[in-house]
Nanobody, 126 residues
């Protein structure tokens, strides 16, 4: 089992920045990828970004490139999502996920992740 706890969400004006954190516990993460997904009201959960823990390789949705940056702290078993130049369309609940099926499903498919956090709300006002 991997437990994931997100934090860092909140209300921010358009153009502002937030940093989300996801603290993982329960297992070593060397064989896992950790990812961020988001879900806006009435929409499906969508992939934002992922990082393969062992290599540090990162992956981004097109909508995230250039504004969002994923990173990890090995010592803290924590993954971060730095979000800059936020837009109202970034408003969503952001979920952290962990999985080790990326070799089969890739990084952007929610079904490839076995463990999910409770989510943290990000609201961007215009």
């Amino acid at each position: 089992q991997v437990q994931l706890v997100e934090s860092g969400g909140g209300l921010v004006q358009a153009g502002g920045a937030l940093r989300l954190s996801c603290a993982a516990s329960g297992r070593t993460l060397s064989s896992y990828a950790l990812a961020w997904f988001r879900q806006a009201p009435g929409k499906e959960r969508e992939f934002v970004s992922a990082i393969r823990w062992s290599s540090g390789n990162t992956y981004y949705a097109d909508s995230a490139k250039g504004r969002l940056t994923i990173s990890r702290d090995n010592n803290k078993s924590t993954v971060y999502l730095q979000m800059n130049s936020l837009k109202p369309e970034d408003t969503a609940v952001y979920y952290c996920a962990a999985g080790n099926s990326f070799w089969r499903f890739g990084y952007s498919y929610p079904g490839g992740y076995d463990y999910w956090g409770q989510g943290t709300q990000v609201t961007v006002s215009s």
